[in-house]
């Protein structure tokens, strides 16, 4: 049987798009205006109406964008801004470049997002901002997390990296906070060939600067007015954007598809694995999904067992199926913040799930056959578990 991947960025290519994306691509090269232009705009009209914004400045890379939203903001030096610990690096990675200090929060490990109702106790009088992570493709709860920062006089960012088109109460990421940012990152839902990134605002002003910012702080060619960084959105990625964001909503009800299947298929069949919810109010775009494998072990002669995740990981492994662990060390746990003072056990919710997820395969390709192999796969594990544990 051949191999499951964890994803494949080949099959969408090579079923919907390798005739238009090369016809455009071609098109773009023998224009000679490879940097700015009308691929540009015309992407950046088209994404801002798709999340329902005024604007959308596009960037090099999701990275970038947060960087850029934080510095359009005004947030730097004694700043200090709420988000989860349990995500991507770049997340607070860009507080800290900003000089801002991240404050991190535990999560519910229901959803796998921050815990909103964790938000308040951690803001303090330097508190600017509020960074919600909608991880996984999940929205986080945007309708208390918008009461608490108007209550509190705090901006909003959100870090809609892996959620392109997710929905909290009929609204769009992106569409909620004062400034969407978006990854553009191959493996996205709505994925170039290559690094890119978008900021989305419907803040006139807001948008202005950002496109100052991303080029070199210059408002006009050669006049600075303030330090910048090079940020440019490609246009050969533009252009590739442009098309297949005619294809985005196609491909996210593809993985809601695949999500309901695994979710019917693990039901009836393995009691043992904790499923992903969708969210009750939000509309999910299932750029992983993610289970949870508890792990009962306990420490024996100063070692740490070896994690259920990681067994029925390495079980899969032999049987052709690929998968993927986010992120097996929380933020407050990395060694860089650990000056921060975040002791082990001191956010316990994102330190047991970081022991306990395991991504199937998930992409908007994957056939109900594959499900099927992933979901016996994974009973083959415990069947055999089961055995050896009967006497």
Known sequence: ??????????????????????????ALLRSGRYIGGQAITDFEAAFASYVGNDHCVGCNSGTDALYLALRALDIGPGAEVITSTFTFIATAETISAVGAKPVFVDIDPNTFNLDVAQVEAAITPA????????????????????????????????????????????????????????????????????????????????????????????????????????????????????????????????????????????????????????????????????????????????????????????HLQTQGISSMIYYPIPLHRQPVYADLGYGEGSLPRSEQVAQEVLALPMFPELTATEQERVVAGLQDYFAAAVHQASP
Request: aromatic share 6%; charged share 15%; with cysteine.
């Open 1 to 26: 049987m051949s191999p499951i991947p964890p994803l494949d960025l080949t099959r969408q290519y090579t079923t919907l798009l390798e005739a238009d994306v090369s016809t455009a691509v071609l």
């Open 127 to 314: 508190t600017r901002a509020i960074m919600p992570v909608h991880l996984f493709g999940r929205p986080v709860d945007m309708a208390a997390v918008m009461a608490i920062a108007t209550q509190h006089n705090l901006l909003v960012i959100e870090d809609c990296a892996q959620a392109a088109g997710a929905q909290w109460q009929g609204r769009q990421v992106g569409s909620i906070g004062h400034i969407g940012c978006f990854s553009f990152f191959p493996t996205k839902n709505l994925g170039a060939c290559g690094d890119a990134g978008a900021i989305t605002t419907n803040d006139a002003a807001i948008a202005t600067r950002l496109k100052v910012l991303r080029e070199h702080g210059q408002p006009q060619r050669y006049t600075h007015t303030e330090i910048g960084i090079n940020s440019r959105l490609d246009a050969i990625q533009a252009t590739i954007l442009q098309i297949k964001l005619n294809y985005l909503e196609q491909w996210n009800q593809q993985r809601a598809a695949i999500a309901s299947r695994y979710d019917q298929l693990l039901a009836s069949a393995l009691p043992e694995v904790i499923r992903p919810t969708a969210p009750a109010q939000g509309k999910a775009v299932w750029n992983q999904y993610s289970i949870r494998l508890p792990h009962a072990g306990s420490a024996t002669n100063g070692q740490q067992p070896e994690l259920l995740r990681d067994r029925v990981r390495a």
